[in-house]
């Protein structure tokens, strides 16, 4: 089982929608990052939050860390081709003080 | 600068046989780290370095091993593949913990154990 689970696990929508993915968990984490990954490439990082409440924007998307520090969503505005890959959330736990990843989110934008 | 380079990109193997991913980086970064990616599984992280001399296990590093000679060079040692080794494996690196700062990633490496 993961530490952090990620859903949808596919999305697929068309250019110009909205969207929101999710990493959800059970154990709370100091700090919370999200990477996107495209084919043949190492992930690249969007955005570290570390306050629990924690909104942070880039450009169309927003990130925001929970209350208690177990979740955190990725909500893209106007999604276009140029989001598609893989999304990744990656959690800093308390006990292990390592970085542990979901499976990520496999989104697809179709022009 | 070229970042992290990893080096091969593709490797086939044969069970039993041994193999060393080459990873260099030339940023100067203190922490670096091997993470191996498998389907629906997302990264889990083997082995990582705080700095020359020093290595500490991570989540997975049974069948892997580690040196750190150089600030550049963090090579992974497989000796024995085994088929549940069929994985792609990522280098990183960073200036400090991963938490807290960038992790820079190089392409993978993707290996086959048959």
């Known amino acids: 089982t993961q530490l952090l689970e990620q859903s949808p696990q596919f999305l697929s929508i068309q250019e110009g929608e909205n969207l929101t993915v999710y990493c959800n968990s059970s154990?709370?984490?100091?700090?919370l990052q999200w990477y996107r990954q495209e084919p043949g490439e190492g992930p690249v990082l969007l955005v570290t939050?570390?306050?629990?409440?924690e909104v942070k924007k880039l450009k169309r998307l927003t990130f925001q860390f929970g209350d208690a520090r177990k979740d955190s969503s990725l909500h893209i505005t106007a999604a276009q081709p140029g989001d598609t890959g893989l999304y990744l959330c990656a959690g800093l736990t308390y006990n292990n003080n390592d970085m542990r990843f979901g499976a990520g989110t496999r989104l697809t934008v179709k022009p | 600068n070229a970042g992290v380079t990893q080096t091969p990109k593709f490797r086939i193997l044969k069970i039993g046989q041994s193999m060393t991913l080459q990873c260099t980086q030339d940023m100067n970064h203190n922490y670096m780290y091997w993470y191996r990616q498998d389907p629906g599984m997302g990264l889990k992280l083997i082995y990582y370095s705080v700095g020359a001399g020093i290595t500490d296990k991570g989540e997975v590093p049974n069948g892997y091993n580690v040196s750190r000679s150089t600030t550049e060079d963090f090579p992974l040692r497989l000796e024995l593949a085994a088929p549940s080794q069929t994985s792609v494996y990522f280098c990183?690196?960073?200036?400090?913990?991963?938490?807290?700062?960038?992790?820079?990633f190089g392409p993978g490496t993707r290996l086959t154990v048959l």
């Open positions: 990183a690196s960073s200036p400090l913990r991963a938490s807290t700062d960038t992790q820079y």
């Open positions: 939050v570390v306050t629990g409440g």
């Open positions: 154990s709370v984490f100091s700090s």
